[in-house]
């Protein structure tokens, strides 16, 4: 695995996010524009739903080049959306950057997130977000 220069510590400013969709802030060494989108029970979206509830891809603009999207289900307790967009966030940087595969970025990711989620949520609140995690779809599970 390549050394990485990401920091140890995520950074202190929440991540700010738009009702339902916008551009958010640079993220990291993301390289590309990010757009956000909600996804709620009348869209028309496969990308994501209640049990696998985000997910970010590069998207082709209608101008030319490449933004990377950032889907988030509605489904997500609204508190949580932020942690939700800085993991997946998180792993794109480390995807891209490290040119790994995503399912190794995801679990790279993760030790951030949670740092970056006891930046924001009380112990106890913490352990509710984990428990909310632990029902979530992980798409990068390798079977027995």
């Not at 490449?66 to 966030?89: F, R």
């Not at 030790?111 to 006891?118: L, Q, S």
């Amino acid at each position: 695995m390549a050394n990485h220069e990401f920091p140890q510590k995520p950074p202190t400013e929440k991540i700010k996010l738009p009702r339902k969709r916008g551009w958010l802030k640079p993220f990291g060494k993301v390289p590309w524009k990010i757009h956000y989108f909600v996804v709620g029970p009348k869209d028309d979206n496969d990308i994501v739903n209640a049990a696998d509830p985000a997910r970010q891809m590069l998207t082709s603009n209608t101008s030319g080049g490449y933004s990377l999207s950032l889907y988030l289900h509605y489904s997500i307790p609204e508190n949580y959306k932020h942690i939700v967009a800085y993991h997946e966030l998180k792993e794109a940087e480390i995807t891209y950057q490290e040119k790994i595969d995503p399912g190794q970025a995801h679990y790279k990711a993760a030790p951030f997130t949670d740092d970056y989620a006891r930046q924001y949520l009380t112990s106890e609140e913490f352990q509710k977000f984990k428990a909310w995690e632990k029902n979530l779809l992980d798409n990068f599970k390798k079977s027995s």
